[in-house]
């Protein structure tokens, strides 16, 4: 496929240049549908990055859209702050009833803002608040989010420099595997805890990311997991889980935790809780710890009630039978099969692949080889991103509802990108 770049434009004239992803995608996107994106030129592109995770069910979702449609066409509230809504009602009651009840989770909702980063902001305020400490744990190659208190946890450099201020109150500790298996995990945390010189405050919390999705895709094992909430409890931090990318089924379960067998203190929810790609977020805490006064935290758009619409379409449609987990699962071995033939194939590039359910990460030793491979693949009509700290690895990302079909094809094109980039 040929494509021509768009011309010098709106885009370059008028809009910052902080601007990042349209710069890999060089095209002018007119429309979408399940798992394609169509230009205004009228090429068609296979998507694999699905709004970052935020469109686990596909473009414009046939059953979603019509939730949506009815309810403003019906004149339903769209703006409400944090006032008692029918939309709102109804979220709640399917999230308790299709989601927490038949996981036996005890979570308290809280609707904090609009975006991720929003989430997270509450979780540590609300920890250090439980808590009475400042000092929060993360890790090496964490992301979770762009404002600064969501920065402060966050491992990478260029993202931190960004904040023109010092991030403080956050230390990193080593993520699973970060030391090749070495040294037997949470060693040096532990130390760190029980040394009164090792300068480490009493943390009120440790935040995590069970699948480390823009660090690169690391996966923690269900044993780190497990072991990391054990030290929690009994060093008297708070666990938080940050779900905003793996959560909503993208591991497979709704939860990226639950094969862990693990139940956070704190749960982060955002990108795919709406179902249909507009802002929502969540965060989820267990009762005792839910010790706000009215107002202490609060945003002008928490209460996105179009949002709470598609939401609980996607539970009702999605996640209601159990059947979503499962396919979910198959979809990732589909998956996995493609990307050991792919390594099997370049076995002189040194490339390895690791993953679970439909987030899938290829990495190569020569960092600018993943960059080549993305823009090869959109190219060929397949929409790709990098992540890891140098850009080192191709992040795959497709809808959860993608078909068999369609995987195939995507996975075929990404084949055939590496083989072309070599």
Not at 69 to 78: A, F, K, N, S, T
């Amino acid at each position: 496929m040929t494509i021509t770049p768009p011309a010098l434009s709106v885009f370059e004239t008028l809009e910052s240049e902080v601007r990042s992803y349209c710069r890999g995608w060089p095209a002018v996107f007119d429309r979408a549908q399940g798992s394609y994106l169509y230009d205004e030129d009228g090429h068609t592109y296979l998507d694999f990055f699905a709004g970052a995770g935020s469109l686990n069910y596909g473009h414009n979702n046939a059953v979603l859209k019509r939730a949506l449609l009815d309810y403003l066409e019906r004149d339903g509230i769209v703006h409400g702050l944090d006032m008692a809504t029918t939309a709102k009602r109804a979220f709640l009651e399917t999230f308790q009833n299709v989601v927490l009840r038949p996981r036996d989770l005890p979570y308290k909702v809280m609707f904090p803002g609009p975006t991720g980063t929003n989430a997270v902001e509450a979780a540590l305020k609300l920890a250090r608040k439980v808590k009475g400490r400042e000092a929060i744990v993360s890790f090496t190659n964490a992301f979770h989010g762009m404002s600064l208190g969501s920065l402060a946890v966050t491992g990478n450099a260029f993202k931190r420099a960004g904040a023109g201020i010092p991030l403080v109150h956050g230390t990193p500790m080593p993520f699973d595997n970060y030391l090749d298996g070495q040294v037997p995990d949470f060693l040096w945390f532990e130390r760190l805890l029980e040394d009164q010189g090792s300068g480490l405050n009493k943390p009120a919390a440790v935040i995590v990311e069970t699948i480390q999705g823009e660090g690169g895709i690391n996966v923690a094992r269900a044993e780190w997991l497990r072991g990391l909430a054990e030290l929690c409890k009994r060093r008297d931090m708070l666990l938080i889980v940050d779900d905003i990318q793996m959560g909503c089924g993208r591991t497979g379960a709704f939860f990226s935790f639950e094969d862990a067998g693990i139940t956070p203190d704190i749960v982060t929810l955002s990108k795919s809780i709406s179902g249909y790609g507009l802002p929502m977020s969540l965060t989820l805490f267990k009762p005792e710890l839910d010790v706000w006064e009215p107002g202490e935290h609060n945003g002008t758009f928490r209460g996105n009630n179009p949002a709470f619409v598609t939401a609980t379409a996607a539970l009702d449609t999605y996640w209601a039978d159990g059947q979503m987990e499962k396919q979910t699962l198959a979809r990732g071995e589909q998956i996995e099969q493609a990307l050991l033939a792919i390594c099997a194939e370049h076995a002189d590039a040194d490339a390895t692949y690791r993953g679970r359910g439909m987030v899938w990460g290829l990495e190569f030793p020569d960092p600018a080889r993943a960059t080549r491979v993305c823009r090869r693949a959109f190219e060929l009509g397949l929409v790709l991103e990098t992540s890891g700290p140098q850009s080192e690895v191709v992040k795959l990302l497709p809808a959860l509802t993608t078909t068999p079909d369609d995987l195939d094809e995507g996975l075929r094109t990404l084949a055939r990108a590496v083989r072309e980039t070599a």
